[in-house]
């Protein structure tokens, strides 16, 4: 049947006008003993409505051949991992292929259990600072008041840019989980936070973590943008909790897959305020310039401008001189353009970067930066001696002196004839 | 000498003849000036030498693409990033202007020459006019038959060749032609009293400024000789008008380079020459009372206003420095008087081979024989003591001690001793080889002694010849940039590393790369690599060296944060310990700890480099900052692996073992030269995935510990 269907499928992928930015081919590696793919079927299929080329692979079958690379070039784009059963996923595929492929810009979801967590995606994820609970952990609550799961509401959520809620009211419902501590690295993106009151601990074994430490859904973003998500129960995503959390793991496919969350720039511009390019007149010390940067975001579809406030520009050299926010200007179609208005270069000559470096949790990075540059003021470009007006008096000084010797050289010639004596007597002295 | 043998000729034919040998005699000393300064380029190549001379080089290359004014006006963002430097005002531009000029000449006259082959041979060039110019001073000191020596001399003495051979394109190349020029119109000046002379001293002297930062010692060179002679009571209104007008014109000119600016009113270096043309105001207004009123009460006037003067001028000058509107006086200044203070406050200084004390036998390497004839002119001179001898008296005392203690300045002493020597060695032959027929019977214990003492300085003046030849070949023609050696069977051989390596940081890297090394390489790669540098030779901002001294001496991590603030791309280090080459980084390592010791006493500290007895090692018993810092790792990085595990450092004779070399893991080895004397890492990219470098590879180098390390619960921070 699922032969039947991978077919199908890639068939179908053919004619398929991808949703995510990067590519749409997916692997799912799945363990047929422990998850039966239909129970994730609500999941898939939208998945599938949404133009992913699904590959499915269960470890268990010995013969499948797993492969995520071909030569240095990646077979896939994005790559799930479903809990599996022992201690490796296969032969080829090890924690530091998996850390290989995402740093080669792949997106992996990883999804574990506390039945199972296999060595090579918890290898994977503790190098990225998530450190998932080990096997036989469980997230419990004894302040919940349903004893077969916890409920978190729309508090728990940290991204907004991985999921809004529509509905404040919103509750998702975690059964039987792993719970992640995290690092503090900037590139982690908490998206579900366990409850205050809630603690995760094995049987007679020492607590793992307790309250708001915890996280039950996990992103990451790597330098390269590529991302990685971890959730800790496969029942999140499955259809019998598709009606609490049916949205939440759409967006997170979404987000993960690069659907949703992505900006990009075309660049940037500046100059001096007339437009004048710096090729045309390099800069100089306290000259007036302005800056632009463009965003754009995609939407699932396509691109559009992206519109934020929090965008800031720099000039430094090793210190920022300038910070400034910028304030969108102009846009078109695709790209929204912010600019920071006009302003006055430092009155200090060096090699400057202009830089935009724009980098929220949730977003993908972007940064953009420029090395110009900012001369001293050549030797006729400073103001004349008589527009200085405390120079005046120095400069009358200067042509009253010349004026006086030059009368001095007029008496001194006219009369010395008649006073020879004195003069030569005044030489011998 | 050629001269004297032929006073006794009389004729209408003896002018001609005179005429003939002089030129002839010139043109021999151009010839012998110029030729023996080639053996550089016959033996390498023609090249530009050294350090320095790469960033004449360079300006020279941007002055003759751009106008004068953009030149004028350069500011160069491709050294001392991100600072960068306002070149056309920090420069003397006097050599390359000349450059440039000879170049334009050349292009007018139909013979486009390559700017590269008139910057290598501008040396030679020059110094031929400088022994003409050595010529004119001793004759108005002595006669024209102690000039001529004394022109010989100049064109051949070590001392002068070993700045100005083909290739060292260096400031002094031309300096010291035009410390000749300017003291030879000063001595003709101040004899003569004349306006024409003193104005053309202040124009060379104007020269001179634009040239060389060394113009400071004429500045004050000839305010002492006016100050000595009026001590002696000789003033005269000759001095009056050769000092005064060459004051008044030269210190105009020199605010006319704009390093120089108004340093000749401000600085403390330049305030004798200010304050000697004060007193000879006040000198020429008393000798005018002088001869207006009685002996008796002019005495009493004298004295009373003398101290009156002297007291308002030092006091004005302490407030004036006090309050900020003189500068004090400069380091360099400072460590001419006490040779220990640049080593405890400003080790760059100090840091500069050229500024360390002479040895002793070196007077003799680069003179030879002069150097004891040299005290016997002086004396000579002292026996007949006119104006402009007390010159070369003040002149040859000065720089004695300045030479004793700034190697550099041996430069500016050769000139004096030549002139001495050859005082002394033409007296000596006036005496000895006069055979004149006044004196009739043949004496021959008379004759004899003539002989043997002409016969032994004629031989003496051959030995200095074989010498200086010897010397010049030696010791002064490696371009240094090219290393000479020889292979295992004694063949003569080249090593090229560092062209090797300056042409792979050329055709390999972006070309807005920057480039992280000691400032010595700095001018190097920027005239050869064409990158961006970080600190160079021009150290006006000690802590901007200070940085990359501390980056080399921090462990890895740190280096990376300095070297990432700084943009940097690639660092070069040179390590001479497979080749046994002495001047190499580790060597230096000192200098760059003590330097930026200085800024950041507590993050580096030099004792940490030093083992507990006390020693500079580098093996197995080195300390661990030593074995961690960067410099270390670098250098010594699969050294041991090249021989094996266990690597003997040629240079500090210590034996490296692979457990001494930690690896390297925020820097990749990109590039390493043939004999590995430079080494070039690139900075590796940060972890996308946020990790430290170091625990990248920790990771890589071994999964297994990590897999079981981390299977506990790690310790992290609380997330906040």
């Known amino acids: 049947m699922l032969r039947s269907f991978i077919v199908a499928l890639l068939t179908f992928a053919a004619l398929a006008n991808a949703r995510c930015v990067q590519g749409s081919r997916t692997l799912v590696i799945y363990d047929e003993r422990l998850s039966v793919l239909d129970n994730y079927s609500n999941l898939f299929n939208s998945m599938r409505e949404r133009d992913y080329t699904l590959d499915f692979i269960s470890v268990a079958n010995e013969t499948s051949s797993l492969q995520l690379f071909k030569g240095e070039n990646k077979i896939y784009d994005n790559l799930m991992v479903f809990p599996i059963k022992g201690k490796t996923l296969n032969k080829h595929v090890s924690g530091k292929s998996l850390l290989q492929f995402s740093l080669a810009g792949g997106n992996v979801l990883a999804v574990s259990s506390p039945e199972s967590l296999s060595d090579p995606v918890r290898l994977f994820l503790n190098q990225l600072g998530i450190y998932p609970s080990p096997k036989d952990y469980r997230l419990v609550d004894h302040f919940q008041k349903s004893s077969d799961g916890i409920r978190i509401g729309t508090d728990g959520l940290k991204n907004r840019f991985v999921y809004k809620p529509y509905d404040e009211e919103e509750d998702f419902f975690i059964t039987n989980s792993s719970v992640a501590i995290l690092d503090n690295r ?129 000039l430094k050299m090793l210190d920022p001189y300038y910070r400034l926010n910028l304030i969108p200007s102009h846009r078109d179609e695709t790209y929204q353009w912010y600019t920071t208005g006009d302003f006055r270069l430092p009155d200090h000559h060096g090699v400057f970067t202009f830089q935009v470096d724009y980098k929220r949790a949730g977003l993908s990075l972007v940064s953009v930066s420029d090395v110009k540059a900012i001369r001293h003021l050549a030797h006729d470009e400073y103001p004349r001696s008589w527009e200085i007006t405390n120079a005046r008096v120095y400069i009358s000084g200067i042509f009253a002196v010349i004026f006086a010797w030059v009368l001095f050289v007029i008496f001194f010639v006219s009369t010395s004839k008649t006073t020879k004596n004195f003069n030569t007597e005044k030489k011998n002295n | ?36 300064r080639l053996f550089s380029v016959i033996r390498f190549e023609s090249i530009i030498h050294e350090f320095d001379p790469w960033f004449n080089f360079r300006a020279t290359k941007y002055l003759v693409s751009h106008s004068f004014l953009e030149f004028l006006n350069w500011f160069d963002d491709r050294t001392w990033y991100p600072l960068g430097r306002v070149t056309g005002g920090t420069l003397y531009p006097g050599l390359m202007t000349t450059s440039g000029a000879v170049w334009h000449l050349f292009r007018k006259i139909g013979l486009p020459i390559d700017i590269r082959n008139i910057c290598v041979m501008f040396a030679p060039a020059f110094s031929g006019v400088t022994a003409w110019a050595t010529y004119q001073f001793t004759k108005e000191i002595k006669d024209s038959s102690a000039g001529l020596l004394a022109g010989a001399f100049m064109a051949i003495v070590p001392g002068y060749i070993s700045r100005s051979v083909a290739g060292s394109y260096d400031n002094e190349a031309i300096a010291i032609t035009l410390l000749m020029v300017t003291f030879m119109f000063w001595i003709k000046a101040q004899k003569r009293g004349s306006i024409l002379y003193a104005a053309l001293t202040a124009l060379f002297y104007f020269y001179m400024v634009s040239a060389w930062g060394g113009y400071v010692f004429i500045t004050n060179l000839i305010p002492l000789h006016i100050f000595i002679l009026i001590l002696m009571g000789r003033y005269n209104s000759k001095l009056y008008a050769a000092y005064t007008t060459w004051y008044a014109i030269g210190t105009l000119a020199s605010m006319q380079i704009p390093f120089v600016g108004f340093l000749p009113i401000r600085s403390n270096d330049h305030m004798a020459a200010l304050g000697v043309f004060g007193l000879i105001q006040i000198v020429a207004f008393g000798n005018f009372i002088k001869s207006q009123v009685p002996s008796e009460k002019f005495k009493i006037v004298m004295v009373v206003s003398l101290l009156v003067i002297l007291g308002v001028g030092v006091a004005g000058l302490f407030t004036l420095t006090y309050m900020g509107f003189i500068a004090p006086w400069t380091g360099r200044f400072y460590s001419l008087w006490d040779t220990n203070y640049a080593k405890i406050h400003i080790p760059i200084i100090a840091s500069v081979s050229e500024h360390q004390p002479v040895a002793w036998p070196a007077f003799f390497f680069d003179t030879h024989f002069l150097i004891w004839l040299f005290p016997a002119g002086v004396f000579l001179l002292f026996l007949e003591l006119k104006d402009e001898h007390v010159f070369v008296i003040a002149y040859s005392v000065l720089c004695s001690y300045f030479a004793g203690v700034m190697i550099r300045l041996m430069l500016t002493l050769t000139p004096v001793i030549c002139v001495a020597a050859a005082v002394t060695l033409s007296k000596l032959f006036d005496i000895y080889l006069n055979f004149s027929k006044d004196e009739k019977k043949l004496d021959y214990s008379s004759l004899l002694s003539r002989l043997v003492v002409s016969g032994s300085f004629i031989y003496y003046l051959y030995l200095f010849v074989f010498h200086s030849t010897w010397v010049t070949r030696i010791a002064y023609s490696s371009p240094s940039v090219v290393l000479p050696s020889t292979t295992s069977d004694g063949r003569p051989a080249l090593i090229d590393d560092f062209r090797e390596a300056y042409y792979w940081l050329r055709m390999n890297t972006d070309e807005d790369a920057k480039v992280a090394a000691w400032w010595d390489y700095g001018y190097q790669i920027g005239g050869m690599a064409d990158r961006t540098t970080l600190v160079d030779n021009n150290t006006w901002n000690n802590t901007h060296i200070a940085i990359v001294g501390k980056a080399m001496s921090s462990p890895e991590w740190k280096s990376y944060q300095i070297f990432k603030q700084h943009d940097v791309d690639y660092v070069l280090v040179i390590f001479g310990g497979v080749l046994g080459f002495s001047g190499d980084d580790i060597n230096k390592f000192l200098w760059m700890i003590r330097i930026s010791e200085g800024i950041w006493p507590d993050e580096i500290k030099e004792r940490d480099f030093f083992t507990s007895s006390n020693e500079y090692r580098v093996d197995s018993r080195a300390t661990k900052t030593m074995k961690e810092s960067l410099l270390y790792k670098m250098s010594y990085k699969d050294f041991p692996a090249l021989f094996k595990g266990q690597g003997q450092d040629k240079v500090r004779g210590q034996a490296i073992s692979a457990a001494d070399v930690e690896p390297l893991d925020y820097f990749e080895e990109v590039f390493t030269s043939e004999n590995w004397l430079v080494r070039i890492y690139q900075l590796r990219d940060e972890d996308p995935e946020g990790r430290d470098l170091h625990d990248v590879g920790l990771f890589e180098r071994n999964t297994k510990s990590a897999r079981k390390r981390n299977s506990k619960k790690p310790s992290l921070e609380m997330r906040v």
């Open chain 1, 186 to 314: 900037e590139q982690l993106v908490p998206i579900l936070v366990a409850p205050r009151t809630s603690y995760a601990s094995g049987k007679g074994k020492d607590l793992w973590v307790s309250g708001s430490q915890g996280y039950l859904v996990v992103g990451f973003q790597a330098l390269n943008n590529a991302r990685t998500a971890w959730v800790g129960s496969p029942e999140f995503l499955s259809n019998s909790n598709h009606q609490s959390n049916g949205i939440l793991a759409k967006e997170l496919t979404k987000w993960t897959f690069k659907e949703k969350g992505v900006i990009k720039t075309n660049g940037f511009r500046h100059s001096h305020i007339d437009g004048t390019s710096y090729e045309e007149a390099p800069y100089k010390i306290k000259d007036a310039v302005n800056y632009e940067v463009s965003f754009s975001e995609w939407n699932g579809e396509e691109w559009q401008p992206f519109e934020a406030t929090d965008i800031q520009f720099e």
């Open chain 2, 1 to 36: 000498m050629s001269v004297h043998k032929n006073d006794g000729v009389r004729g209408v034919i003896l002018p001609w003849v005179q005429t003939l040998l002089t030129v002839t005699i010139f043109v021999a000393m151009f010839g012998a000036a110029i030729s023996s």
